[in-house]
């Protein structure tokens, strides 16, 4: 992009309400260094609570400049959060999960009204909610006292798998409901930053949109990362009634941190577009992979490499659901190669 269509670009932006035409130009807000750093927090997530609470374990050396606050572990719900603030930001940490087996096989979780919000038909993965709701008031009360503290510093929330599921919950959760009133920092709800990677879907497409239009609405940011093949982001499935939100960066390199911008976010938060995903991004794929979800920008997403607790994890994914994941690919492609040649012979018979 040359000086003049940057000008062009920012006076555009500017000049809307709420920037509908630019949400494609949202990347440049992305930064390589800060999604580094999410991973290499969600990838601390992993580790034992006594090393997260004494900032010692392995990868916590990536992120020198972070003091703890608080780590919550729920072993009931199997959770587990951590709240502290680096030199930029405040930052929220959510453990993923050993297995996925059970909230994508459980029909029970499929639809359950999201209670944070006024959103009428919003809709949440039930399994989802309730571990977030095993965090939610201790990571809110924390977060209460740092935003008090650091009054105009950005939160940072991440998450891989599971964990990104949490993330944009508490994100969403933080922009609508804020934990300290706006009127006690000087009006202003601060600056939330989601890094998810590996992320399930959350939600149905009125959650979606409403996730959308409430990050773009107050210039907050939300990327979605997807390493190559993983299957975890295409569960559960859209024939569930789940959908994305957020704007998908997937990495379909063999370079680690080489990656495509996706169009989802194209027209996301006009009422009359429906929100969708990028069909040539990762719902492309027509041979998911389970062993991709365990690796993101060339880094190990658990604790430390374990051989043993990779092969676990596969384990939990069964053939039958990666078939399922690949059917519905290869069905939304038909249907959109079919609707779009039926289009075509129809101009040529009117022309």
Not at 1 to 29: H, K, Q, W, Y
Not at 35 to 45: D, I, P, R
Not at 63 to 80: D, I
Not at 183 to 206: D, E, M, Q
């Amino acid at each position: 992009m040359n000086t003049l269509e940057t000008i062009i670009l920012i006076i555009g932006c500017a000049s809307l309400p709420v920037p509908s035409s630019c949400l494609l130009n949202a990347l440049r807000d992305y930064s390589e260094d800060t999604a580094m750093s999410a991973l290499y927090y969600a990838k601390s997530s992993y580790c034992a609570s006594p090393l997260i609470s004494n900032w010692t374990c392995e990868p916590c050396s990536n992120n020198t400049h972070f003091k703890v606050a608080r780590c919550y572990e729920n072993s009931t719900a199997g959770t587990l959060a951590f709240v502290g603030t680096d030199d930029r930001s405040i930052v929220v940490g959510f453990r993923g999960t050993i297995s996925v087996r059970n909230w994508v096989e459980d029909i029970s979780y499929w639809g359950t009204p999201f209670p944070y919000s006024d959103c009428a038909g919003c809709l949440v993965h039930g399994g989802f909610l309730g571990a977030y709701d095993s965090l939610r008031s201790s990571v809110r009360k924390t977060l209460r006292g740092l935003i008090e503290a650091h009054p105009g510093l950005p939160i940072l929330i991440t998450g891989h798998s599971l964990g990104g599921a949490l993330a944009l919950l508490t994100a969403v959760d933080a922009i609508s409901n804020p934990p300290l009133p706006p009127s006690a920092i000087g009006g202003a709800v601060p600056h939330v930053r989601l890094y998810t990677f590996g992320k399930p879907r959350v939600g149905n497409p009125t959650f979606a949109h409403w996730v959308n239009v409430l990050f773009h609405s107050g210039r907050h940011e939300a990327y979605r990362i997807v390493h190559r093949r993983d299957v975890v982001p295409h569960l559960p499935l859209v024939f569930m009634g789940f959908l994305h939100s957020g704007h998908e960066l997937w990495f379909n390199y063999s370079q680690p941190l080489k990656y495509v911008n996706c169009s989802d976010m194209q027209d996301a938060i006009s009422p009359s577009v429906a929100v969708n995903e990028d069909h040539n991004c990762s719902f492309s794929v027509h041979r998911s992979s389970v062993a991709d979800h365990l690796w993101y920008l060339g880094v190990t997403t658990r604790c430390s490499f374990n051989s043993t607790v990779e092969s676990n994890f596969t384990s939990t994914i069964s053939d039958e659901m990666l078939k399922l994941v690949d059917e519905e690919h290869m069905q939304v492609h038909y249907d959109e190669y079919s609707h779009n040649s039926h289009a075509t012979d129809m101009a040529e018979s009117l022309g």
